[in-house]
């Protein structure tokens, strides 16, 4: 079946130390998404790209990068978190052909920083 | 600014019918979406309303009017696991989805 996988489902780090989350998808969808969503809270966009091209939110801090490497993987790296940084991250990819931007989501990776 | 409004939490009984009301106003609208988020979950596809009016989709329908910047979610004969919090998210001029936080249905027998 065509899916978003994300990895790991359950992230623990300590305060400050970097990680990063992996998403991939099988759906060949052109853009592909990273939200933070905390409890009780809509989902917030942090990046998305078209293809190759890159689109960071105006309120994104710098302490959260991302790399598409091919079209199939995203990953997000947090250089340095802190307890604010707990959350669920989102991964979700959509066909981005402007008809129709129906946002698939992949299962989410829970953040917690200790 | 871009605003979603829809009210933060809901209760209903199983069994029964409830209306979940979204407001939103957005620099353009390219359509409206609502998704079902189980706690701990990720987001999963509803509906999609582009014109005024009513779709139907077995127990669940979405209601849209375009004029007045609102929609429904409509949730007929209530199950436990209908228990979730039901997004309402509205595709703007550029394409974005915009969010709104959600309202959480609690279902009692």
């Known amino acids: 079946d065509a899916m978003v996988i994300q990895n790991p489902r359950y992230q623990v780090t300590q305060f400050g130390k970097p990680v990063t989350l992996s998403c991939s998808q099988t759906?060949?969808?052109?853009?592909m998404y990273w939200y933070q969503q905390k409890s009780s809270q809509a989902p917030k966009l942090l990046f998305h790209?078209?293809?190759?091209?890159?689109?960071n939110e105006a309120d994104t801090p710098d302490n959260f990068q991302s790399r598409r490497p091919n079209t199939s993987f995203c990953f997000l790296d947090i250089r340095s978190p802190g307890l604010g940084d707990a959350a669920m991250y989102l991964c979700a990819t959509s066909r981005g052909d402007n008809s129709y931007n129906e946002q698939f989501f992949g299962p989410g990776t829970r953040l917690t920083v200790l | 600014g871009q605003n979603i409004d829809q009210p933060t939490e809901m209760t209903a009984t199983e069994g029964a019918i409830v209306q979940i009301n979204c407001t939103y106003q957005?620099?353009?609208?390219?359509?409206l979406f609502w998704y079902q988020q189980h706690a701990g979950e990720a987001p999963t596809f509803l509906s999609y309303?582009?014109l005024d009016g009513l779709e139907e989709k077995g127990r669940f329908s979405s209601f849209l009017s375009r004029s007045k910047g609102y929609s429904y979610l409509l949730l007929k004969e209530l199950q436990m696991k209908d228990s979730a919090s039901y997004l309402c998210?509205?595709?703007?001029?550029?394409?974005?989805?915009?969010w709104g936080a959600g309202t959480k249905l609690i279902i009692k027998p």
């Open positions: 759906l060949n969808h052109n853009v």
């Open positions: 309303n582009v």
């Open positions: 998210a509205v595709l703007d001029s550029n394409y974005q989805l915009i």
């Open positions: 790209y078209y293809d190759k091209d890159f689109n």
């Open positions: 957005t620099s353009g609208f390219n359509g």
